[in-house]
């Protein structure tokens, strides 16, 4: 094939042309692009100088060296001061390891983590023992109830449980009955042991509550009349449900295919309009346990 003369030189020159205009917009597509990456890049720098201009409030906080539990007097080698945010300071806090030392020992109440805030709640006043009294919140009242190794749970009742507080009493030989007299009672102390982090299970011979004092009023007159025993609850269980008196009847009633035997029976009389019922005792098997007289 022959080429016309003349047609090489136009279409080469033609195409230096092009290339050489998207040479020019490449570049120029990449230098936008720097230019803008370049301008995020300021952008995030000076935010960032910014926030080191403004740094959080920050405070010390003095806070638990090593695992404290009740029972423990604090000493200088127990505690450390650590930077806390200053708008985020827990109720209580101490800001110098002096204060907390100052004015006399304090004895620790409740158990302290490392690196949890030492709080004036958990720990006693200047110059106070770790006595029970200073367990017991605002407005509330210790009180202490003789259980048994059933009674209390077999044993697994622990300081800091809550509980329910059963009354059971027998009026006489055919009637008897029992019902939840408190519920959600806060648990102090397990005979002289009043550490909440304790987890052995012991046999306790008294559990202490903490009560308002209506209800240690009515723990002092059940126990007078009757026996107490306590319910544990699950953990992190608050609500309060309505709870029956239960009977011997409610019992037996229970009792599929059986029905409740009685050594006597009652005996209706009419008198004058009057009706007055009497019981007999049973003089041999069978017979009605119900009869009515005209």
């Given at each position: 094939?022959?080429?016309?003369?003349?047609?090489?030189g136009p279409v080469?020159?033609?195409?230096?042309?092009?290339?050489?205009?998207?040479?020019?917009?490449?570049?120029?597509?990449?230098?936008?692009?720097?230019?803008?990456?370049?301008?995020?890049?300021?952008?995030?720098?000076?935010?960032?100088?910014?926030?080191?201009?403004?740094?959080?409030?920050?405070?010390?906080?003095?806070?638990?060296?090593?695992?404290?539990?009740?029972?423990?007097?604090?000493?200088?080698?127990?505690?450390?001061?650590?930077?806390?945010?200053?708008?985020?300071?827990?109720?209580?806090?101490?800001?110098?390891?002096?204060?907390?030392?100052?004015?006399?020992?304090?004895?620790?109440?409740?158990?302290?983590?490392?690196?949890?805030?030492?709080?004036?709640?958990?720990?006693?006043?200047?110059?106070?023992?770790?006595?029970?009294?200073?367990?017991?919140?605002?407005?509330?009242?210790?009180?202490?109830?003789?259980?048994?190794?059933?009674?209390?749970?077999?044993?697994?009742?622990?300081?800091?449980?809550?509980?329910?507080?059963?009354?059971?009493?027998?009026?006489?030989?055919?009637?008897?009955?029992?019902?939840?007299?408190?519920?959600?009672?806060?648990?102090?102390?397990?005979?002289?042991?009043?550490?909440?982090?304790?987890?052995?299970?012991?046999?306790?011979?008294?559990?202490?509550?903490?009560?308002?004092?209506?209800?240690?009023?009515?723990?002092?007159?059940?126990?007078?009349?009757?026996?107490?025993?306590?319910?544990?609850?699950?953990?992190?269980?608050?609500t309060a449900g309505?709870?029956?008196?239960?009977?011997?009847?409610?019992?037996?009633?229970?009792?599929?295919?059986?029905?409740?035997?009685?050594?006597?029976?009652?005996?209706?009389?009419?008198?004058?309009?009057?009706?007055?019922?009497?019981?007999?005792?049973?003089?041999?098997?069978?017979?009605?346990?119900?009869?009515?007289?005209?």
């Amino acid at each position: 094939m022959v080429r016309a003369p003349g047609r090489t030189g136009p279409v080469r020159s033609s195409t230096v042309i092009m290339i050489a205009v998207a040479a020019v917009f490449g570049l120029l597509a990449v230098f936008a692009t720097r230019t803008w990456l370049n301008s995020q890049s300021d952008a995030r720098m000076r935010a960032m100088e910014a926030n080191r201009g403004s740094p959080v409030a920050a405070r010390t906080v003095v806070v638990a060296a090593r695992p404290l539990r009740y029972g423990h007097e604090l000493s200088a080698q127990m505690l450390r001061e650590a930077p806390w945010p200053a708008d985020a300071l827990p109720p209580g806090a101490f800001a110098k390891v002096d204060e907390v030392l100052s004015g006399g020992k304090r004895v620790v109440l409740a158990a302290i983590e490392p690196n949890e805030p030492v709080l004036a709640m958990k720990i006693t006043g200047p110059g106070q023992r770790a006595t029970l009294s200073a367990l017991v919140g605002p407005g509330m009242k210790a009180v202490t109830i003789r259980v048994n190794d059933v009674d209390g749970v077999g044993g697994f009742v622990l300081p800091g449980d809550r509980v329910d507080v059963v009354l059971t009493r027998q009026t006489d030989k055919d009637s008897a009955s029992t019902q939840v007299l408190l519920q959600d009672v806060r648990v102090l102390a397990v005979d002289q042991v009043a550490d909440e982090r304790a987890a052995n299970p012991m046999i306790p011979k008294a559990v202490t509550l903490e009560v308002d004092t209506n209800a240690g009023q009515k723990l002092s007159l059940a126990a007078s009349i009757g026996s107490l025993s306590l319910l544990l609850r699950k953990a992190g269980e608050t609500t309060a449900g309505k709870s029956a008196r239960v009977t011997i009847k409610d019992l037996l009633s229970d009792l599929v295919g059986e029905k409740p035997r009685s050594d006597v029976t009652t005996v209706v009389v009419s008198r004058a309009g009057q009706k007055q019922d009497y019981r007999v005792p049973h003089e041999g098997q069978g017979g009605p346990s119900w009869a009515a007289a005209e």
